[in-house]
């Protein structure tokens, strides 16, 4: 159980267009997904909570303009990066946290396999 | 003061010995913390959750947490070359969905 995938798992594009990836949960329902970078030889950076049926909310530092979240219902949340550019290439990876799980504080996060995106 | 610190490492192992993988955090209305597993090139996958005081067991591997010393580690026995990963800890402050990640530690065992 608790399984969430993404799609695709790989992505090359030009510089300049627009690259959407999808997040799923396929055994549970998530209202709060997670979005996050992941550089080179980096840790996890949190980009932003996408919640259901509201806005995301992105991490300090995080253009909302250029990585648009919509997260349409209780198992699909997408991230679009927006105009890409080199400095964009990175992992990208999803988590989502079961809902109707919550005891205060203990929500366990289950990640997606991760789209690795390099912009030309 | 970063909220979640772990050694980056690299801390190497022989194979069939016990890997100690310490994380300590600041805030202390932390209540749920997560240790998971990162190969080179993969997403991160959960190991186990602990939320109190002592030891939890699954397999080869041990959370321990001291919440007075604000501190948790991950024991694996019996460790393998399979084993090599980077390893994350990640802390829930109660109420909240976000938990923060440390840098996590790198681990090699060697045969």
């Known amino acids: 159980g608790a399984v969430v995938s993404q799609h695709p798992s790989w992505v090359i594009c030009k510089s300049g267009t627009s690259v959407k990836i999808e997040c799923r949960s396929l055994?549970?329902?998530?209202?709060?997904m997670f979005w996050y970078r992941q550089f080179p030889k980096q840790s996890l950076m949190l980009m932003a909570t996408s919640n259901e049926g509201s806005k995301a909310t992105y991490e300090q530092g995080v253009e909302k303009d250029k990585f648009l979240i919509n997260h349409a219902s209780l198992t699909l949340s997408t991230l679009t990066v927006t105009s890409a550019h080199p400095e964009d290439s990175s992992f990208y990876i999803c988590?989502?946290?079961?809902?109707?799980?919550?005891?205060?504080?203990?929500?366990?996060?289950?990640f997606g396999p991760g789209t690795r995106l390099t912009v030309l | 003061q970063k909220e979640v610190e772990q050694n980056s490492g690299p801390l190497s192992v022989p194979e069939g010995a016990i890997a100690s993988l310490n994380c300590t955090y600041s805030d202390r209305g932390s209540q749920s913390f997560f240790w998971y597993r990162q190969y080179s090139g993969k997403s991160p996958e959960l190991i186990m959750f602990i939320y109190s005081n002592g030891d939890k067991e699954d397999g080869r591997f041990t959370a321990q947490l001291n919440k007075a010393s604000q501190y948790v580690s991950l024991l694996i026995r019996d460790s393998q070359p399979s084993d090599s990963a980077t390893y994350l800890c990640a802390v829930n402050r109660g109420g909240s969905y976000i938990p923060t990640f440390g840098r996590g530690t790198s681990l090699i065992v060697h045969p």
């Open positions: 055994d549970f329902q998530a209202t709060t």
């Open positions: 988590s989502a946290s079961p809902s109707g799980s919550v005891i205060i504080g203990t929500d366990t996060q289950y």
